[in-house]
Structures are given as structure tokens and as C-alpha cells.
T-cell receptor, first 112, second 111 residues
Framework: AQSVTQLGSHVSVSEGALVLLRCNYSSSVPPYLFWYVQYPNQGLQLLLKYTTGATLVKGINGFEAEFKKSETSFHLTKPSAHMSDAAEYFC??????????FGPGTRLSVLP | DTGVSQNPRHKITKRGQNVTFRCDPI?????LYWYRQTLGQGPEFLTYFQNEAQLEKSRLLSDRFSAERPKGSFSTLEIQRTEQGDSAMYLC?????????FGSGTRLTVV
């Protein structure tokens, strides 16, 4: 069985500040981990994913995430927030060939 | 565009009516998934196909819901006798190995 928790349903940062969105997972099999972004009334866009190999994963729009097995975490970071980063962010876990289990999401607000 | 295509983008229907959504996956992807997302929530798994075989169904998929994937290409999701609680975004995704790609979704509003 797999599950995802995302600490903080709403995170606010100032433009130019560090973005940190937290994700913890549980999985009975080696996990594949994903971060998706969703803008209002749109589908999910993949930001980045971890499957195997390097634990620090770089994605689009300057985001990155680090897989820490000992902490069962896959936190998403971006050094400097931009107004266009305001959106809903979802962390997801999957086993190979298995369906995704999504977290409840974190809404990111970027303040001018 | 070789992404996952979903039609229609929006559907408004009266309670009790039947609706059908279509998903066209990336052509070389053999796995296809349907998810439902209600307002303020993460997507929830509904069902999964490998080629034309429906391999897994969530308990969320009541007997009013049916999904098909004839010939292992496009898929349809039908909801019969719609209820207001069916109002949600219905998302389709396809994958092959680790390449999961989501469509833009179909937003259903039941009035």
C-alpha cells in the first residue's frame, strides 16, 4: 500500500524567496516519486520525477527535489519564487506499473 | 501534438442523464489510467487498463461507472444516471514504463 502526505495545505512566500513544499510518502515497494503542478481549470503538468539513480532531481521552471529514503521524503524546492509559480502542487507516489497515489495538494501563493 | 487528449473539456449535464468522456493516449503507451479530482483534493484513482484489459478498479468506481478501451487504443468513461456528487474533473493518463503523461481533463458539472 502507498500513501502521500503533504505538510501544509497552503504555503505563502514572497517573490524571490525560497519555496519549500514538503512531501512524505509510504510505500511497500521501491517508490517512483513525482511532483505535478496544476493551474486553475487545467490538468496536471509534470514538474519532475524520481525513478532510480541520482537522488537530487531537477525539473522544469527551476524546481528540484531530493529523494531521501531514510526520511521517506521528497520535498520540492525552488531558490527564488516567481509570481507565475502560484498554483496547486501535488506530490505522488507509484510503484513500477502501478497507479499513482496523490497527496492532497499544497496551494502556493506568491506575494509581491 | 503527441500528448494525451481528452474530450470534451467541459460537460454540463442534468442529474439523471448519462455522459461519456473520451481519452486518446500517447500512441505507444500501453497503460491508461482514469482519475477523478474533486475541488480542493488530489486526484483519486478510478481504473487502469493495460492494452485492452481492465486490470484494476477502485471501489470509487460504482456500478454507474463503466470504462472501456477497445483495441487498446482510446478509452471511454461512461457515467450513467449522473448525480450531483459526480461533479468533478476526470483526468486520463497514459504511460509506458516510467513515462506517465496526463491529459488536460474533462470537467463535469451535474446540475
Amino acid at each position: 500500500a502507498q500513501s502521500v502526505t503533504q505538510l501544509g495545505s497552503h504555503v505563502s512566500v514572497s517573490e524571490g524567496a525560497l519555496v519549500l513544499l514538503r512531501c512524505n510518502y509510504s510505500s511497500s515497494v521501491p517508490p517512483y516519486l513525482f511532483w505535478y503542478v496544476q493551474y486553475p481549470n487545467q490538468g496536471l503538468q509534470l514538474l519532475l520525477k524520481y525513478t532510480t539513480g541520482a537522488t537530487l532531481v531537477k525539473g522544469i521552471n527551476g524546481f528540484e527535489a531530493e529523494f531521501k529514503k531514510s526520511e521517506t521524503s521528497f520535498h520540492l524546492t525552488k531558490p527564488s519564487a516567481h509570481m507565475s509559480d502560484a498554483a496547486e502542487y501535488f506530490c505522488a507516489v507509484a510503484g513500477y506499473g502501478q497507479n499513482f497515489v496523490f497527496g492532497p495538494g499544497t496551494r502556493l501563493s506568491v506575494l509581491p | 501534438d503527441t500528448g494525451v487528449s481528452q474530450n470534451p473539456r467541459h460537460k454540463i449535464t442534468k442529474r439523471g442523464q448519462n455522459v461519456t468522456f473520451r481519452c486518446d493516449p500517447i500512441s505507444e503507451h500501453n497503460r491508461l489510467y482514469w482519475y477523478r479530482q474533486t475541488l480542493g483534493q488530489g486526484p483519486e484513482f478510478l481504473t487502469y487498463f493495460q492494452n485492452e484489459a481492465q486490470l484494476e478498479k477502485s471501489r470509487l468506481l460504482s456500478d454507474r461507472f463503466s470504462a472501456e478501451r477497445p483495441k487498446g487504443s482510446f478509452s471511454t468513461l461512461e457515467i450513467q444516471r449522473t448525480e450531483q456528487g459526480d461533479s468533478a474533473m476526470y483526468l486520463c493518463a497514459s504511460s509506458q514504463r516510467n513515462g506517465y503523461t496526463f491529459g488536460s481533463g474533462t470537467r463535469l458539472t451535474v446540475v
